[in-house]
């Protein structure tokens, strides 16, 4: 299979692991995607992978019940160990080696993270699991994967969403919203467009990190995205 890139960051979003169901992890959502993330390994791709907690708790939620901030976002790092430690399973589940990784020190859960252990599992064709975001609050999941996306000089940062793209509006209530093949960061900001929060998307433009949203949810899709089938929407400095 030939490939277009060789080393991948790819942020998952808590939600989409909730399948189906309200709350909580979706078994078979989990699987489906470790069968592609899989796939794309046995094709040489190195593999880093970022997953946000919000199908279990998300920080500003709590904030705005009441929790203190700080607090409210540790809990929400630890929603993205559950997370990474459940896609982990199913992954070596199917004899895919990978290698859960803390932003905060948290052994035996997890290895803490430095990007020079990080690349040395990609290497060795584990799967990078890296998770707690940065590891300090009032910094969103999106932030921690375009830092860990840089660090581990990846060629691209692969966003895998709900929907196909990036639209004028929010394809879900706006039916008139036509979709971009290409966007740069700053017609994003311009354009006030919500892909990624503020932050993300200019450490993204300053360290010319491309990135390309697509439906993750439909099988097959992961494997069409490595060998440069046009899907989605790729962003550009």
């Keep these: ?8 960051l790819l942020k998952l979003s808590g939600e989409s692991l909730m399948g189906a169901q309200g709350y909580g992890i979706d078994p078979q959502r989990v699987d489906d995607y470790a069968t592609q993330i899989k796939e794309i390994v046995e094709a040489g791709v190195q593999v880093a992978i970022v997953i946000g907690g919000g199908n279990i708790f998300r920080g500003l939620a709590g904030a705005a019940s009441g929790f203190d901030r700080v607090k409210g976002d540790q809990m929400g790092m630890l929603a993205t160990v559950i997370n990474s430690l459940a896609l982990s399973s199913a992954l070596e589940a199917m004899g895919q080696p990978a290698q859960v990784f803390t932003a905060i020190a948290m052994t035996p859960v997890g290895e803490q993270y430095t990007k020079w252990r990080a690349i040395e599992a990609m290497q060795q064709g584990k799967v990078a699991i890296m998770s707690c975001g940065t590891g300090n609050p ?10 860990r996306g840089i660090e581990v000089e990846a060629d691209v940062m692969l966003k895998g969403t709900r929907v196909d793209g990036i639209y004028t509006a929010d394809p879900e209530k706006d039916p008139t919203a036509t979709k971009f093949d290409t966007i740069t960061y700053d017609e994003i900001y311009n354009r006030g467009l919500k892909v990624m929060d503020m932050t993300a998307t200019v450490m993204a433009k300053e360290n010319n990190l491309p990135i390309h949203v697509f439906n993750m949810d439909v099988m097959g ?13 790729i962003v550009t400095p």
């Design 1 to 8: 299979m030939e490939t277009k890139y060789k080393r991948v």
């Design 138 to 147: 009032f910094f969103t999941t999106d932030t921690g994967s375009t830092l």
């Design 221 to 233: 899709n992961l494997k069409k995205v490595i060998t440069g089938e046009s899907i989605g929407t």
